[in-house]
């Protein structure tokens, strides 16, 4: 800034300045919230699918062997 910028026009400067900046900092982040939020309900999906088979496999399991206890052996 020139020396003939008397203080109110600098600090009208430095504010629009600090916005601009803090304008892009919220994208930036917004843009990291999504991608966040995408990946989550990703990763959500996926362990709802690994529950299901999980859970289909132990019916499967049970329905083969009927006779077999369902609990752990004592040295577990």
Same mark, same amino acid.
């Given at each position: 800034?020139?020396?003939?910028?008397?203080?109110? &026009?600098?600090?009208? !400067? $430095?504010?629009?300045?600090?916005?601009?900046?803090?304008?892009?900092?919220? $994208? &930036?982040?917004?843009?990291? !919230?999504? &991608?966040?939020?995408?990946?989550?309900?990703?990763?959500?999906?996926? !362990?709802?699918?690994? !529950?299901? =088979?999980? $859970?289909?496999?132990?019916?499967?399991?049970?329905?083969?062997?009927?006779?077999?206890? =369902? &609990?752990?052996?004592?040295?577990?």
């Amino acid at each position: 800034m020139s020396q003939s910028t008397n203080p109110l &026009e600098q600090r009208l !400067v $430095d504010l629009e300045m600090r916005l601009t900046y803090q304008q892009k900092l919220i $994208d &930036e982040l917004n843009s990291v !919230v999504t &991608e966040q939020t995408m990946t989550l309900l990703r990763l959500e999906k996926s !362990v709802g699918t690994l !529950v299901q =088979h999980h $859970d289909q496999m132990q019916r499967q399991l049970r329905e083969q062997s009927p006779n077999l206890p =369902h &609990e752990r052996p004592p040295h577990y």
